[in-house]
């Protein structure tokens, strides 16, 4: 099975992922709006075929009533550095009530290389659908993440969808080699 990688071609997400790609200065004020904007575009645009909308119709005496709902156990937990990506979800709860945000910690351990992930166990992952969100996934510290999802937390694969603006061919290929049901959703791939 090969790597489900969806790049995300609509021209209002392609044009400000490349003000945010190739912008100089992130500190001002257009730049926080367009990660916000972004942000809420791009997980819509992850979201729309895995959450389900349920409808339901009231008939009243002289009209008919309609509505919609999700299902309240689908829930949705973002796994993210939130002190490099907060701007990214600051409107996450516009989209869907339902979405949690967990801030990840990872640091290298210099004398083993190995990624130490913190902040993770406190949730009960088995009721989450799980997104995992990296800007520039450029680095194997998101294969380590994977790993560490699958294994400790006994996380099904297709249970998690990777988030990112743009992703490194190199990194694409060592995930697709381990796990190739993965979805990610990018905006670009870049050549190493």
């Known amino acids: ?3 489900n990688i969806h ?3 609509h021209p209002i ?3 400000l992922a490349n003000k945010i790609i190739y912008h100089k200065s992130y500190r ?3 730049y926080n709006d367009n990660e916000k904007t972004l942000g809420m575009l791009i997980l819509y645009e992850t979201l729309r075929t895995w959450i389900k909308l349920y409808n339901f119709y009231i008939k009243k005496v002289s009209f008919l009533k309609e509505g919609n709902y999700t299902n309240k156990d689908e829930k949705c937990l973002i796994i993210t ?14 989209i869907l009530p339902e979405i949690f945000l967990q801030h990840i910690y990872i640091n290298k351990n210099n004398t083993h290389d190995k990624y130490i992930i913190h902040n993770i166990d406190s ?15 450029n680095s194997h510290t998101i294969i380590q993440i994977i790993n560490y999802l699958s294994t400790n937390t006994k996380i099904n694969v297709n249970n998690m969808k990777i988030i990112c603006l743009t992703c490194h061919r190199k990194i694409l290929k060592e995930i697709g080699k381990k796990y190739p049901e993965l979805n990610i959703y990018t ?6």
Request: hydrophobic residues 45%.
């Open 13 to 15: 997400i392609q044009q």
């Open 187 to 192: 905006t670009k791939i870049i050549q190493n």
């Open 28 to 30: 001002n004020k257009t």
């Open 123 to 137: 949730y009960d992952l088995s009721k989450y659908k799980i997104i995992i969100f990296d800007k520039f996934l």
């Open 81 to 94: 550095d939130l002190i490099k990506h907060h701007n990214f979800f600051t409107e996450a709860q516009k």
């Open 1 to 3: 099975m090969q790597l």
């Open 7 to 9: 790049i995300i071609i």
